[in-house]
């Protein structure tokens, strides 16, 4: 029989190409939106594996409506959709598409730091607003990032990329705090691994390229802002809910820290309204760091192997549950 695989979103074609090649049946969503819960569950109970991303949510409740699923691959690096002590439990490996998007996120990171340092979006808006006026020589002032501090809060294959350029960039100092050390890229930028609490002190520009995990959650709150430079940049283009966004637009108001550059924010999407979007050194995007044709192309590519891996092989060569398949 034919495995049926749901399809979530419109992905590129490079990995949707590749499932047309093996002899599945699949079913693609080609709406813009998502689907609502309601649907999915319908949709998936009617299918052996589902293809998705983080706007589906993957929880205990999807998954004891559809627990017959074989295997679940996730188009993106992060999994804080999916319950994978649930999806675990129910024996369905979970696949994911780490690295791919690296690169991309990391531009981003490196993007937004120079941004917020010389207030670009909110300069760009001045433009816009007939605020143009003359040339002022004291007027909208930022500072260089040359041999400045980079704190990097999770030197996983994303941090380390952010602090390549950094320091090659602006020959920047790299600190960094982990849940475990990591030596190879301690040795490959000269970093200094500290505590939480130093690199809080210590960081001229902290970039969040964790995972979003229970202990990660909102650990960038009042206390932690408190703790940093007034004159330090917050990044974060892992995941909104591990900065409280509150605390994070009263430390810049209340001039606790200089300003942020946000790729994800808490929650998602943001309101229009925010008091970020007005802030001279505030930059926000909206979730698209691995928003290149590369990034995404080769997320499609690993999401769709996840799949046609295990059913070939009964092997997801890029696995977030490994214990499912031992045993
Ligand atoms: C990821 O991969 O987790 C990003 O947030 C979306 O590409």
């Given at each position: ?60 409740h999807f998954l004891t409506q559809c627990s017959h699923l074989e295997i679940i691959s996730q188009f993106a690096v992060g ?249």
């Amino acid at each position: 029989m034919k495995k049926k695989i749901l399809v979530s979103r419109l992905y590129p074609k490079e990995g949707i190409r590749l499932l047309e090649k093996e002899n599945f049946h699949l079913t693609l969503w080609e709406e813009k939106r998502p689907m609502t819960q309601v649907e999915l569950i319908e949709k998936a109970k009617s299918h052996h594996a589902l293809l998705c991303t983080l706007t589906e949510k993957i929880d205990s409740h999807f998954l004891t409506q559809c627990s017959h699923l074989e295997i679940i691959s996730q188009f993106a690096v992060g999994y804080d959709n999916i319950d994978i002590d649930a999806a675990t439990g129910f024996g369905i490996p979970v696949g994911f598409t780490p690295d791919a998007m690296s690169e991309a996120t990391a531009d981003i990171a490196f993007g937004l730091m120079i941004a917020v340092a010389r207030k670009m979006f909110f300069l760009h808006k001045t433009i816009i607003n007939g605020r143009w006026g003359y040339f002022n020589p004291t007027g909208n002032l930022g500072f260089e990032l040359k041999d400045k501090t980079l704190g990097i809060f999770g030197l996983g294959r994303i941090g380390v990329k952010m602090a390549k350029r950094c320091k090659n960039a602006y020959d920047m100092d790299i600190i960094y705090h982990n849940r475990t050390r990591n030596k190879e890229a301690e040795k490959l930028l000269d970093a200094t691994y500290l505590g939480f609490d130093d690199l809080l002190l210590k960081s001229d520009v902290l970039s969040v390229h964790c995972a979003l995990t229970p202990e990660t959650k909102e650990i960038f709150n009042r206390s932690a802002f408190k703790k940093m430079k007034p004159s330090a940049i917050f990044i974060n283009t892992a995941r909104g809910p591990i900065h409280n966004e509150k605390d994070l637009s009263s430390a810049i108001s209340s001039g606790e820290i200089w300003g942020t550059g946000l790729d994800v924010t808490n929650p998602e999407p943001m309101q229009p309204d925010n008091a970020l979007l007005f802030m001279e050194n505030a930059c926000v995007l909206p979730h698209v760091g691995s928003g290149t044709q590369e990034a995404r192309n080769q997320m499609s590519v690993l999401a769709a192997m996840n799949i046609i891996e295990f059913y070939r092989n009964k092997q997801v060569p890029h696995i977030v549950n490994p214990e499912v398949l031992a045993h």
